[in-house]
């Protein structure tokens, strides 16, 4: 199977688990979740766990089409939700904001947009490590 295909069904499956299902309260409070704060916490584990869900068709698919084992597929699991529970986080992105951008990080459309490249840029390393 092609790189670009798996990258195409784990944009897929981000896109669903990003924007379709994403609560309002996983939104709003996911930020920090790393850290110490409960209401964080149970705001970002309840993003990633739904969001992995979403991704499930994507694995189920490179599993059906290359066979890997368990292992292989719990691996790819955990590189599609290490780096998304990292970045919701915000910790890293308000610190690229601030450094690289040179710029406060506040809602809108730059906090989206930086959000989102760097969950597209880990897909599509991903890809490339599962796809042909």
């Known amino acids: 199977?092609?790189?670009?295909?798996?990258?195409?069904?784990?944009?897929v499956c981000h896109l669903a688990g990003d924007f379709l299902v994403q609560t309002e309260f996983q939104a709003r409070h996911k930020h920090g979740g790393l850290g110490r704060d409960p209401v964080a916490q149970r705001a970002l584990a309840s993003h990633v766990g739904t969001y992995l869900a979403c991704q499930a068709p994507a694995l189920a698919w490179v599993a059906a089409e290359t066979g890997p084992g368990a292992a292989a597929i719990l691996a790819a699991a955990a590189a599609i939700v290490i780096p998304h529970a990292i970045q919701d986080d915000g910790r890293v992105i308000r610190a690229w904001m601030r450094r690289v951008k040179r710029t406060e990080y506040q809602p809108g459309v730059l906090t989206i947009a930086v959000d989102q490249s760097f969950h597209v840029l880990a897909l599509f390393a991903l890809a490339l490590v599962l796809g042909t």
């Open 1 to 11: 199977m092609l790189w670009i295909e798996v990258f195409a069904a784990l944009v």
